[in-house]
């Protein structure tokens, strides 16, 4: 194991150690809460591993400053056939996006077609300039988004079971709760 | 009668007894109407079935494939002769069977009747396609309908004395058919690639390629033997006895007509048609199941003669009577193969009738033990007689049927060179006079210092079938010779 | 570099302080600590959506719930008298297994990694034309490219609400008593 | 909390500025950080704060439970409901070719069928609408959950651990 | 219109009851819900047979949400089997909701009843979008929809033990589902893609280029390990099913019924999916001994269970032990890896779900009318309560795998593959323990039949006919398909060589 391993994974270990500890917690602990407890922090820290793999180095935040962003916003208001034009075109996976989305608006509206080159040239300025600007991948954090969302619904309607448990046993420790069960079966 | 093509009579001799069991049960409310029914959905099926045999016997051998339950496994139909003669015995004893149980059922007053000529009826159906099956597959797969559709027959009476023998039925029969008889179907296939019947077996080839050893054949037809449990082979016999808490029509059904022949029936069938004779008898396969069923027969004989209730003697008698048909098997010589072939005819009528006289005695005398049937033959000698007649017959001596099947085993007993098997057979029979000749003679002869009983046979329903089938088994004695012929080309 | 180590190690220790600790209150406000600080290292990793999110729901609307909850269900985690064995041995090699995993894994901040370099445009520059230029490419990929999954995650949502709705709203026609909506179920038994 | 009017007062200053944050968070979503669904938590925290300070009967009747519970499913029904319409427009715009192909119908979801004509440069396009409409549909049903989850949570009576104990025991 | 529906068929099975759920909440009248949850779920069911038609007759489909093709979007991909799948389960999701009402009345507040129908289409709604995406995230994503409402709907039982099992539960499948996310983390690690089939493509291209050797074969195996123990937990494989017992035994019956029904299975499904449709055969059995592991593990699982199953007084115990049980038989069949044993693990995917379904909704029948799982309550019910008593036993039969009923069928199919492989202590094992089977099922039929009746069955009459035409419609199933195996055993056949010859890309 090389020191450059160790600078390249240390981040992923301390993650891995943060979701063992919340692991633990789980499946370790038998008070109702602290389970869940452990389960937000096992859910937090694999959000932590995924962001962790969409860094780059040296990169920002995937949100493209404005300056660039409106030079392209301002030409989609001037044109709806481009648009829709568009909105054919891209179901065609395979072929380069762009290029295709020009040729649709030489075929589609004649008088547009010198505005659809400027949409590509100006698209092909904007890629020119982007590339200036390294952005670490958004996908891990849209997933991730999903994730925390799904970690709190779990969460909530786990502590609204912890509600109805404690009313109905009058405590929320499992070991507890489990010899009440056994007594009641006893009779 | 060419009525039907031979193909379309095997669908109507399926499609008879399914029938049979909707009409029971439509016509469940008015018993009347559901005998009729249940008579003259027998008697039909029993006719098309001598159309079918007269066709068969005479070098026929029509086929129907059902269709396919998986693909590879079909569901299809061939008749030849073994098959034939199976189901003609099966029909004809049901007609006789249901005069019987409408009599008897009638005479005991008891419940749920139309389930119990329903699951009748689903039993025939299973031992008619058993009896056709075209493949191993099909045999297995009426072989279980039947353990299920005879179950609730078995535990009739709904008690706790029926439902523990009828754990004992379901549990034996169904886990050696799981354990064994599925397995080595399976391994069948395997090894052969086919589970199609084929005159000369299938494994031969397969065993002449090297696909398997001597050893695994041994193996595997113990895989069978055993698998087939409703062959009653000790230590797998436990069921019969036990399903002794059944009426007795249903006694009557399982070891003369349906159940325990289908298990003998497809033993035979493997042997002949899975793996052939020759291969048997060439690579030695059978030699310990020899030991077996020998075994099987002298001891179910003497544990017979302990026991004074006359159904669970009789039982016994059967288990060791199964195993003769085994034997046959076993031994792997023409002779004897044939020798079992016909005995699953002689014993069924032969046992049919001690099981009929047996109820006959119960519903008339209300008697079930034989220390109590002393004197008995004066009040009832239509039944006695027929016992007696019985009783020679599954002894083997003439004028019965028997006779003829145990002469042809003993015959294949000493082509093999086996002498100790002749040995058994012949102690076997001394056995059988033992626990089966003092029955009607006690019963004829009053013990002094005793009024005779009043003449009082049972009813009308039950004394006819007994008869009939006490004439059919001396009647099989006179016609063994065709049966023999009819036969002969299962071993050619 | 140094910020981030920080930040790692006060995670850590946050969470072994939340496994250790008996007492609930202080294991959910350090539940609400380790989401905040998670937040935290989000935002250096290039991630402020999730950031964001992660504080607001981790830090805020979680630790409200879990406050809420031991209102109604007690205060104190009583000690565990159970051995914690099994456990340590399942997390053991659990940890142990995920580390032996790292070991192929790109490295950190790796801008050749296959997640970096499989979809090609990448987001940034396909959502530029098909977006006509909406800045924040995670919105666009949330509700757009990968909106079927934020419908999924909004029916999430959706199931969780009716679920809490199902088990704590108590029902009034005789199953269970005490009715949640005081007011309602009063007008209810009105009309009828 | 009757006894703190400090709190009755900053609370109702504070208020609409969380609920002005919560819409900008909510419309501001595509230029920066934030989105439908934390705009639904701050907007709901501002209802639960108000729920906290003056009672659970003063939000009620501000968002009563039934409208709150029918927001739930109307945000998901936006949201869904979007996905039907970029189906239905899509064919729309398409029915002089027979021949369907992935070419000429908009998909589950596919918000380019939502260009349009009305009002070019007030309302947004396409892709910019749909995402506009579906996160707005997050946005309710985030901010209907969450102040749900309040309702039922703090409709629960602590206090009725052993009267509950009680019926359920003789229940069972 | 026709080619409309056609074209949008695979999302219109997830939309459809996706927005019914919000709708029915909107509507909140109890009769208007149940109709709409109805009509729904029947829709459902038609929409999933014209999909195994297309499917079967012109190869998979697929369809691009939002219109972004794969590495950018989700996309849809119905295949033989994932097509197969949905149709059994909105299947019987519209069968056990048709049987539903008598017993939802009985067992949970009127007042609920609005919210109970969005619930379960919600379930309905996950397992189907678990089945149809050809997305690994999103596989996620509805799985927690399925999952959460599962839990919901189990902590409407009545006893208080009812929310207990739910949170149970909870926390299993939120592990599972954790777990299933870390291995797709580091799937998407690797590969840098979501798509299932492109991260296939991923792998195999990977593997080529270091001359047939795993490339980054640590992190994949680590990958396939969690991906493998999430699913596993989420189908109750032996050592991680103690969720189970409890969740099945306190939910409402017809939740039991739904649940026993199809969740495990879809489970099942996503497994078949990852090992062949992602990893391949080839590295999941010879790179990781994971076949000796599988059925190991399921001959492991299947005696224990079914001698759990032996000693549970509560009916609904008893069968839940045996779906932990026959969930092995189903690894068992993929632990096979070839076409036989595969389409025996898919068929009996179906046919249990058939003969679950079936016997769980005899349990609702019984419980409707004794208010009781016990046996000891439902002894001679057999005399009361005829035709729910006849179609336990058809049910138990179907569950012993007796010939004519369709467990029979899988059971053939798991023995023929495992005899074809010459895993004969395998074979013989599998056997002996359908015998089991034999013992907790008749233990029942003996109950019914042969016992003096209860206080509570002297009494009972027998169920409304709405229930008894449902009930059997499903047990009769059993018989149908175990006599007529084209659409079952054929269907599966089809499904497992599309897997493994289009499986490895």
């Known amino acids: 194991m090389t020191l450059d391993e160790i600078f390249g994974l240390y981040n992923y270990w301390v993650v891995i150690c943060l979701m063992m500890t919340g692991f633990y917690i789980v499946i370790a602990r038998k008070n109702l809460i602290k389970t869940v407890i452990g389960l937000n922090v096992f859910q937090t820290s694999v959000v932590l591993l995924y962001i962790t793999m969409g860094k780059v180095t040296g990169g920002t935040a995937p949100i493209i400053p404005p300056e660039i962003a409106a030079q392209h916003g301002e030409h989609h208001e001037h044109s709806t056939a481009h648009s829709t034009a568009h909105s054919t075109a891209h179901m065609t996976a395979d072929a380069p996006h762009l290029d295709h989305a020009t040729e649709h608006g030489h075929e589609a509206v004649t008088p547009l077609t010198q505005h659809a080159d400027h949409v590509h040239q100006t698209a092909s300025a904007m890629a020119d300039h982007s590339t200036e600007l390294i952005y670490s991948n958004p996908l891990p954090s849209v997933l991730m988004l999903t994730a925390i969302v799904v970690g709190i619904a779990t969460t909530a309607l786990a502590l609204a079971l912890i509600v109805r448990i404690s009313e109905d046993y009058g405590t929320i420790e499992e070991d507890e709760i489990l010899l009440i069960d056994q007594r009641d079966s006893s009779h | 009668m060419n009525l039907f093509s031979p193909e379309t009579i095997i669908q109507i001799s399926l499609a008879l007894p399914a029938l049979g069991i909707v009409l029971v049960l439509l016509t469940g409310r008015f018993p009347n109407l559901r005998e009729t029914c249940s008579l003259a959905v027998a008697a039909l099926l029993f006719l098309v079935n001598c159309d079918l045999a007269s066709y068969v016997f005479s070098g026929g051998r029509p086929s129907w494939r059902a269709g396919q339950l998986m693909p590879g496994f079909d569901v299809a139909f061939t008749v030849e002769p073994l098959g034939m003669l199976f189901a003609l015995v099966a029909s004809g004893l049901w007609v006789l069977t249901t005069v019987y149980a409408i009599g008897y059922m009638r005479g005991h007053h008891e419940k749920n009747q139309t389930r119990f000529f329903a699951c009748f009826a689903a039993a025939i159906f299973a031992a008619m396609a058993a009896a056709y099956s075209a493949n191993l597959f099909t045999l297995f797969v009426m072989y279980e309908i039947m353990t299920i559709s005879t179950y609730p027959l078995v535990t009739h009476h709904g008690d706790q004395n029926a439902k523990g023998g009828g754990r004992v039925y379901l549990g034996i029969l169904l886990s050696t058919s799981v354990a064994f008889f599925m397995f080595a179907i399976a391994w069948t296939w395997k090894i052969a690639d086919t589970l199609t019947f084929t005159q000369g077996g299938i494994l031969s080839k397969a065993f002449s390629e090297g696909r398997v050893t001597e050893f695994e054949l041994a193996i595997l037809l113990g895989l069978f033997a055993f698998g087939i449990g409703k062959a009653a082979l000790m230590p797998f016999h436990r069921w019969l006895p036990a399903a002794m808490v059944a009426p007795t029509p249903v006694s009557a059904l399982l070891h003369a007509v349906a159940v325990v022949k289908v298990g003998v029936f497809s033993v035979l069938k493997v042997a002949l048609y899975i793996f052939g004779l020759d291969l048997i008898r060439d690579t030695g396969a059978g030699e310990w199941l020899c030991y077996v069923a020998a075994a099987t027969i002298l001891l179910a004989s003497l544990v017979a003669m302990t026991k004074d209730n006359l159904k669970a003697r009789l039982a016994y008698s059967t288990v060791s009577q199964l195993a003769y048909i085994t034997l046959g098997a076993a031994i792997a010589m023409p002779q004897s193969a044939l020798g079992s072939g016909m005995h699953i005819a002689m014993h069924a009528v032969g046992k049919i009738t001690l099981f009929f006289c047996a109820g006959a005695v119960y519903v008339g005398a209300h008697k079930t033990n034989i220390s109590q049937m002393r004197g008995l033959g004066r009040a009832m000698p239509l039944t006695f007689a027929a016992f007696l007649i019985a009783a020679i017959s599954i002894i083997g001596l003439p004028p019965g049927g028997g006779s003829w099947s145990k002469w042809l085993l003993a015959l294949g007993a000493a082509q093999s060179g086996q002498t100790f098997l002749i040995a058994t057979l012949m102690i076997s029979s001394l056995l059988n006079i033992a626990y089966l000749i003092p029955i009607p003679i006690q019963a004829f002869m009053v013990p002094p210092g005793e009024k005779p009983m009043p003449f009082k046979e049972g009813p009308m329903l039950c004394v006819v079938p007994l008869c009939i089938t006490a004439i059919g088994s001396v009647a099989l004695f006179l016609f063994a010779d065709s049966i023999y012929a009819c036969l002969l080309p299962i071993v050619q | 570099m140094f910020v981030s180590i920080f930040i790692l190690t006060l995670l850590v220790v946050t969470a072994i302080t939340i496994a250790r600790i008996g007492d609930l209150w202080a294991a959910v406000m350090f539940t609400g600590i380790f989401s905040f600080l998670g937040a935290c290292w989000m935002l250096i990793l290039d991630a402020p959506d999730v950031a964001f999110t992660e504080a607001a729901v981790g830090a805020g609307v979680s630790t409200f719930l879990m406050l809420g909850t031991l209102a109604l269900a007690g205060k104190t985690e009583k000690p565990t008298t159970s051995s914690s064995v099994v456990p340590l041995f399942v997390v053991a090699v659990t940890g142990a297994a995920l580390i032996y995993g790292t070991l192929d894994m790109p490295h950190f901040g790796d801008p050749n990694s296959p997640v970096q370099t499989r979809i090609e445009p990448s987001f940034m520059e396909k959502s530029q034309s098909d977006m006509h230029g909406l800045p924040n490419v995670v919105t666009a990929l949330l509700a757009s490219y990968r909106g079927y999954d934020t419908l999924g995650e909004t029916a999430v949502i959706f199931t969780a609400g009716i679920a809490v709705i199902l088990i704590l709203r108590r029902s009034n026609d005789g199953f269970k008593s005490n009715d949640v909506f005081n007011s309602q179920s009063n007008s209810r038994k009105g009309s009828q | ?172 | 219109m026709i080619e409309f529906l056609q074209y949008h068929l695979p999302v219109l099975l997830i939309a459809i009851p996706l927005i019914a759920a919000p709708l029915a909440v909107l509507l909140s009248n109890r009769y208007i819900v149940q109709s709409l949850a109805l009509a729904v779920c029947w829709t459902t069911f038609g929409l999933a047979i014209w999909m195994v038609a297309i499917v079967n007759q012109s190869g998979p489909v697929s369809y691009e949400l939002g219109g972004w093709a794969p590495p950018y979007g989700i996309e849809y991909r119905v295949d033989q089997l994932n097509s197969f799948v949905m149709m059994f389960v909105s299947g019987l999701g519209a069968m056990v909701l048709t049987y539903s009402p008598y017993s939802l009345k009985a067992e949970i507040p009127l007042s609920q009843h609005y919210l109970f129908y969005p619930m379960y289409l919600l379930c309905m709604t996950g397992l189907m979008g678990m089945c149809v995406t050809g997305d690994l995230f999103n596989v996620f994503v509805f799985l927690e929809i399925s999952s959460l409402s599962t839990y919901a709907l189990i902590s409407l039982g009545r006893t208080r033990r009812a929310p207990l099992a739910a949170f149970q539960y909870l926390i299993m499948g939120t592990i599972g589902a954790t777990f299933l996310l870390i291995g797709i983390g580091l799937l998407y690690q690797m590969t840098g893609t979501l798509n299932m089939a492109d991260i296939a493509e991923q792998l195999e291209a990977q593997r080529l280029v270091n001359d047939g050797q795993w490339a980054g074969s640590r992190t994949m195996l680590v990958a396939f390990a969690f991906l493998t123990v999430g699913l596993c937990i989420k189908m109750a494989v032996f050592p991680l099913h103690t969720w189970l017992p409890n969740a099945y035994a306190y939910a409402p019956s017809v939740v039991t019924a739904f649940v026993a029904a199809t969740a495990t299975k879809v489970s099942v499904y996503a497994f078949i999916r990852v090992v062949f449709g992602i990893f391949t055969p080839q590295f999941a059995f010879e790179l990781l001994p994971l076949d000796t592991a599988l059925w190991s593990f399921s001959l492991v699982g299947i005696f224990l269970a079914s001698i759990a199953a032996i000693f549970q007084q509560d009916v609904k115990r008893r069968l839940a032990y045996s779906s932990i049980a026959q969930i092995g038989y189903m690894l068992l069949g993929i632990s096979m890896a070839d076409v036989d044993g595969l389409s025996a693990g898919i068929v009996h995917m179906f046919n249990h779900a058939l003969i679950k379904g079936g016997l769980f909704m005899v349990v609702g029948c019984f419980v409707l009318r004794l208010g009781s799982v016990q046996m000891d309550d439902w002894k001679g019910a057999g005399r009361t309560m005829p035709w729910t008593s006849f179609a336990w036993v058809l049910g138990g039969l179907g569950l012993i795998g007796v010939p004519v009923t369709c467990g029979f069928i899988s059971k053939w199919l798991l023995l023929t593959s495992a005899i074809h492989n010459e895993l004969y202590p395998v074979a013989i094992l599998m056997l002996i323990s359908s015998l089991l089977a034999v013992v907790y099922v008749w233990q029942i039929v003996e109950v019914l039949y042969f016992e003096e009746p209860s206080e509570k069955a002297k009494h009972a009459t027998e169920v409304p006919p709405l229930m008894l035409l449902t009930t059997y419609t499903v047990v009769g199933a059993n018989i149908v398909f175990g006599v007529w195996t084209t659409y079952s055993a054929g269907l599966a056949t089809k499904a497992a060589k599309a897997l493994l010859e289009g499986g490895s890309l």
């Open chain 4, 1 to 172: 909390m009757d006894s703190f009017p400090i709190i009755r007062v900053v609370t109702k200053l504070i208020i609409p500025y969380i609920l002005l944050f919560g819409f900008y968070v909510q419309f501001h979503g595509d230029f920066g950080p934030g989105g439908g669904f934390q705009a639904g938590v701050i907007l709901a925290s501002a209802l639960i704060l108000y729920g906290l300070v003056f009672g659970l009967p003063a939000v009620k009747t501000v968002a009563p439970p039934k409208l709150i519970e029918k927001l739930i499913a109307l945000g998901v029904l936006i949201y869904a409901g979007t996905g039907v319409v970029t189906m239905l427009a899509g064919k729309a715009t398409h029915t002089g070719e027979h021949e369907l192909t992935s070419r000429t119908v908009a998909n589950f979801l596919d918000y380019g069928a939502l260009d349009h004509h009305f009002l070019p440069g007030f309302l947004p396009h396409g892709q910019h609408l749909g995402i506009f409409v579906v996160e707005f549909g997050v946005g309710i049903t985030v901010t209907a959950v969450m102040t749900m989850i309040f309702y039922c949570f703090a409709g629960r009576n602590p206090h009725a651990n052993g009267q509950s104990n009680q019926q359920s025991e003789a229940k069972a």
